[in-house]
Nanobody, 124 residues
Framework: EVRLVESGGGLVQAGGSLRLSCTAS????????VGWVRQAPGKERETVSC????????YYRDSVKRRFTISADYAKNTVYLYMDSLKYEDTAVYYC?????????????????WGQGTQVTVSS
């Protein structure tokens, strides 16, 4: 059974930082890439970033480039999202997801499994 558990969300002022963690079970990073999708109130879900350890491919949406950094600890089956210089518009529930390893470069397409999400709130 695939399971994704997020942690690290919270309340932070604009300009601050947070680190999100996603611990995966039921699969290895050889099987799936792992990504982050967020959903703000009243808005559609949007891809934030994803990573696969199979070839080192990483994707970031344009709005988070230079501010967010994704990394993976293969041994721990954990993916991190380091979020710096947070903006009010980053406020959302952040979900950890799986996707095919070969679709990372295409923009994290093919999201399948979802975690329960962790709330990130950025005050302005």
């Amino acid at each position: 059974e695939v399971r994704l558990v997020e942690s690290g969300g919270g309340l932070v002022q604009a300009g601050g930082s947070l680190r999100l963690s996603c611990t995966a079970s039921g699969f290895t990073f050889d099987d799936y890439a792992v990504g982050w999708v967020r959903q703000a109130p009243g808005k559609e879900r949007e891809t934030v970033s994803c990573i696969t350890t199979t070839d080192g491919s990483i994707y970031y949406r344009d709005s988070v480039k230079r501010r967010f950094t994704i990394s993976a600890d293969y041994a721990k089956n954990t993916v991190y999202l380091y979020m710096d210089s947070l903006k009010y518009e980053d406020t959302a529930v952040y979900y950890c997801t799986t996707l095919p390893t070969y679709w990372v470069a295409a923009g994290c397409l093919g999201v399948s499994h979802w975690g329960q999400g962790t709330q990130v709130t950025v005050s302005s």
